[in-house]
Nanobody, 125 residues
């Protein structure tokens, strides 16, 4: 069993930055691929970014490429999402997830085994 707890969300003006954190506990975090997803009100959950277990491979949604950076610190069992140049359309609940089945970046939600409860990010115009 793996538990994931996100933090770092909040209210920010357009053009600003936030860094989300996701702390994992339970099974071997360092061998698990991680990902971030988001869901805005009235919309389906969408993929944001993914990271291999080693941190050497990443994958981003086109909508955030060049603005967001996913990284991990295996010593702290933590994955981060650095979000820069935020836009109002980035407003959503951001959730981290992990999979025990894949070591490389995973973009499909149903491939993930464990999910956090999410943290709200609101970007004002």
């Amino acid at each position: 069993q793996v538990q994931l707890v996100e933090s770092g969300g909040g209210l920010v003006q357009a053009g600003g930055s936030l860094r989300l954190s996701c702390v994992a506990s339970g099974r071997t975090f360092s061998k698990q691929a991680m990902g971030w997803f988001r869901q805005a009100p009235g919309k389906e959950r969408e993929f944001v970014a993914a990271l291999s277990w080693s941190g050497g491979s990443t994958y981003y949604a086109d909508s955030v490429k060049g603005r967001f950076t996913i990284s991990r610190d295996n010593a702290k069992n933590t994955v981060y999402l650095q979000m820069n140049s935020l836009k109002p359309e980035d407003t959503a609940v951001y959730t981290c997830a992990t999979t025990e089945s894949y070591s490389g970046p995973v973009i499909r939600a149903y491939d993930y085994d464990y999910w956090g409860q999410g943290t709200q990010v609101t970007v004002s115009s």
